[in-house]
């Protein structure tokens, strides 16, 4: 019998993904010509995301129309204008998927102003309102049957229009919002605009407005500029000046090109950096190569792929589009993706299970595997996203990962200890996950992988054009956390208190301070110093339990964050209660780090020491 898991693939093209950065330079000057042509505002929208660096999560949208209202009915004597209704339904939406790249509130069904009156003679119907609620955008309801109507906003002069159109309004948003987060920014205070006039001279001399109105928010009057891969917002006064590129070198052109003095501090990175995409060779093996973290051996391999046995199922001889096919290990159940993003499942019988839109994207994997009374399905699609199913719940809405890349390869089994997932890109990573401890690792095997499959015994077996290796896991070091992951399980975090409120982050902190990667094991222990440090009265109470944990991994020579995680043991010991008296418990242990060759380390552990003092 054939592994678990396997997949097959069938006339899938290669897909090239549009990348956040692209090679071509944008000029902004010339978005008046964007806008004005007769063409959907949405693919536009769409086009200024990618341009600047969002990228579709997967999965489904944190923000819904039936999230905000369950119970909302249609009513004809209140028309709601369909560009409202097709930005809802924008299956790219920025705004649905990470509403906090926006710090708005959405209002749905529209409403009346809330710290406002209406204009005279008119009625507003707000949709939208900033963080604080200090404005609110919405249309006239005279105008609510028109398809895409002028957006109004409250200013100090009273309500003003903002936008030509509601479409036009959240392409504005997303121009307002996304440069600042996604590019590269200089910031120039109002006070240094104003003490030079030949800054805005410059501007308007330079580039080209790009054909929208002010932008009307917290008081500010701005005007939107564009130069080549840059955003210039200039707040009419004269105010302040904000420059965002979408390349670093974009950026400082425009502050060189207006005489704006800069420095380094000055400049600000992009808030969030594109996901990496592996640069690996062909995959290849031969007997007895191992992983250089010994996590993998290759037992065998063979010039013949792994022969897969796929139920003859009606269902699936008639499924147009179909893209992936995979069966459990007993044969029981057959699961396919399509072109569509559907994804299907079958019992042998003939009988269809289910059928789901999972994807956005062609699905290019997918495997099943029995777990208990359910069933698991993963499915993966030509935009990287991975999905996760169990089958007698809903599948998760969030994507279960995503990766710059296709999904090429998929499998599941159930190892000895739980649930396996693999999963492989066309970039070469391949990742294994341990359900139940939520344990992860990555395999940078290499490209060209068509198939994975994986054996209860704990073998992975991988095919490429060549043929199939077996490779030999190493669980204990594939998932070094796993112990760790299970121990802090055990406890009831949910139930403790930290720094922000119920400690559910607490327990995957820890486990990321055991890290290998030291940015990893750094940022954990500065988001548990937030969470666990003592802040004027008492620890907080996942501070007692955690305690012996951080001490456990300060005992680890190899651990990559024992400077600061030490810090934060003593910062914890300077408080009062049951979590510093955890500390001085554990402190005999931690003395001989005194004399540590590392001088931070002997500082911190000088700092444990004085804060373990008896108590005043």
């Known amino acids: 019998m054939p592994p678990s898991g396997s997949t097959t693939t069938q006339g899938v093209a290669p897909v090239a993904l549009v990348c956040v ?25 769409g086009e200024i995301q990618r341009e600047w660096g969002y990228e579709d999560p997967g999965g489904e949208p944190l923000v819904t129309r039936a999230g905000e209202a369950p119970d909302y009915e249609t009513d004809e004597a209140r028309p709601i204008p369909e560009a409202l209704l097709e930005w809802w339904d924008f299956p790219l939406n920025s705004f649905a998927f990470r509403p906090r790249l926006y710090w708005t509130h959405p209002q749905w069904p529209p409403t009346g102003p809330d710290s406002v009156g209406h204009p005279p003679g008119d009625e507003v119907c707000v949709f939208m309102a900033e963080y604080q609620y200090c404005n609110e955008w919405g249309y006239l309801a005279s105008e609510s049957r028109l398809p895409d109507p002028k957006v109004v906003v409250n200013t100090e002069d009273g309500w003003v229009t903002q936008s030509r159109s509601i479409s036009e309004f959240f392409l504005q948003l997303a121009l307002e919002r996304l440069p600042g987060h996604f590019g590269w920014s200089i910031r120039v205070p109002r006070e240094d605009v104003a003490g030079n006039p030949a800054i805005v001279e410059r501007l308007r001399a330079s580039y080209q407005e790009l054909g ?40 400082i052109q425009v502050a060189d090109t207006l005489g704006i003095a800069w420095t380094e501090e ?30 993998w051996t290759v037992r065998s391999t063979s010039a013949a792929p792994t022969v897969r046995t796929i139920p003859d199922v009606s269902g699936l001889r008639g499924l147009s589009g ?43 994997a997918v495997a099943y595997q029995p777990v208990g009374d359910d069933g698991l399905v993963v499915s993966g699609d030509a935009d990287g996203v991975l999905r996760y199913w169990l089958t007698r719940q809903d599948p998760l809405r969030a994507a279960f ?36 401890t939520n344990c992860v690792a ?53 139930s403790l208190w930290a720094g922000r409120g119920p400690a559910h982050e607490v327990p995957g902190l820890i486990a990321d301070v055991a890290s290998e990667d ?28 955690a ?20 810090l934060l043991i003593a910062d914890i010991a300077d408080g009062r209660g049951e979590a510093r008296e955890a500390v001085q418990e554990a402190l005999p242990s931690l003395l001989h780090l005194q004399d540590d060759e590392n001088s931070s380390i002997r500082w911190a552990a000088a700092e444990l020491v004085r804060n373990c003092g008896d108590p005043e």
């Not at 010509?33 to 063409?39: D, F, G, S, T, Y």
């Not at 666990?532 to 339990?545: E, K, M, N, Q």
């Open 322 to 364: 179909r893209t992936s096919t995979a069966a459990d290990r007993e044969g029981t159940t057959v699961v396919a993706g399509d072109s569509s993003g559907r994804v299907h499942l079958w019992a042998t019988d003939g009988t269809q299970a289910a059928d789901r839109a999972l994807h956005r994207a062609p699905v290019t």
């Open 547 to 566: 305690v012996p944990f951080l001490v456990e991994r300060m005992l680890i020579p190899t651990n990559r964050a024992r400077n600061t995680l030490l």
């Open 401 to 436: 990962d995503r990766r710059r890349s296709p999904v090429t390869a998929l499998a599941a089994v159930t190892f000895e200890n739980g649930p396996v997932v693999a999963a492989a890109w066309a970039d070469g990573l391949v990742r294994i996950w341990d359900l139940l």
């Open 442 to 494: 990555d395999l940078p095997l290499g490209t060209g992988i068509e198939s994975l499959a994986l054996c209860p015994e704990g073998s992975l077996h991988v095919t490429t054009a060549q043929g199939t290796a077996e490779l030999q896991l190493d669980l204990g070091r594939l998932w070094p956390t796993r112990e760790l992951r299970q121990r802090l399980d055990e406890i009831a975090w949910g």
């Open 212 to 251: 929208l109105l002010p932008w009307q928010e917290l008081g500010a009057d701005a005007l939107a500029y564009g130069g080549p891969d840059a955003m210039i917002w200039h707040v009419r006064g004269p105010g302040a000046i904000a420059i965002h590129g979408r390349t670093r070198d974009a950026a």
């Open 266 to 295: 000055q400049l600000d990175s992009p808030k969030e950096a594109p996901l990496p995409v592996a640069d690996l060779d062909p995959a290849s093996f031969a007997e007895g190569d191992r992983d250089d973290r010994l996590r």
């Open 21 to 45: 950065r692209m090679t071509e330079i944008i000029d902004y000057g010339r978005f008046g010509e964007r806008l004005a042509q007769k063409r959907s505002r949405w693919e536009l929208l």
């Open 518 to 545: 030291e940015d990893t094991a750094q940022a954990a222990v500065k988001s548990l110093y937030e969470l666990l440090a003592y802040r004027g009265t008492a620890s907080p109470s996942a501070a007692v339990h």
